[in-house]
């Protein structure tokens, strides 16, 4: 293992980063010998495939900010026994962070690989709903970044009982927006959460809640 990422000054030069500064995604083709990933950004998280690794090798990856003076996130996985990355591999605790990110994979037999991409805003959600006197047995929401084409599972809850659900597949600017419209179990009255789930490639869950729906 090499050492630290946090001291990007000793895996990569200043030349290598203006040479591959141009690059979304900079990876060594599959059959090339060393390690090699590829890398999807998308919102909130970046997802993260690879090999060329020693069989059962323990590979550190991780995300760091354009100019390699801030490591994000940091994660530990285990090669498989020819070398590649085959479970889920996900890069997702950014603080906020938004914008270009490298990601490096540091592991045997070496040299660490690089990949660049770029994070958006995690997927949020809004509701809205009546109180009394105005009760109508539903609840409007509005969805924000999601990648775009994926399906969005979205379900109404009291605690852990699901009242209503709809699918939905995000726009072209990543939006799941009204008239999309949930429904209350006829004569509830009390505090629901929403929650949202995209499918795939990323598998990101949203949230919010309402301390009154009628």
Known sequence: ????????????SAVAITALSGLTVAAAPAYAAGPHITVTGGPGEIMVQGGGFNADATVR?????????RTLDTIYVK???IGYLDQDTYLNDFGGYIGQVWVAADGAPGPTAWARTQVSPAPFIMVSGRTPPNCDGTIDVFGYYFQPGA???V????EFFVM?????TVNQYGGVWYPY?????????GPVTVVATEYDPYGQTASASLSEAC
Do not use: H, Q
């Not at 990856?61 to 003076?69: H, N, R």
């Not at 419209?181 to 009255?189: E, I, K, Q, V």
């Open 155 to 158: 379900d109404l809850m009291f």
């Open 181 to 189: 419209t949930l429904s209350l179990t006829p004569g509830f009255d």
């Open 164 to 168: 209503d659900t709809f699918y939905a």
């Open 1 to 12: 293992m090499k050492p630290s990422l946090c001291r990007p000054w000793l895996l990569l």
């Open 61 to 69: 990856i991780e995300a760091l900010t354009p100019d390699l003076s």
């Open 151 to 153: 399906t969005v599972r």
């Open 79 to 81: 090669a498989n026994w």
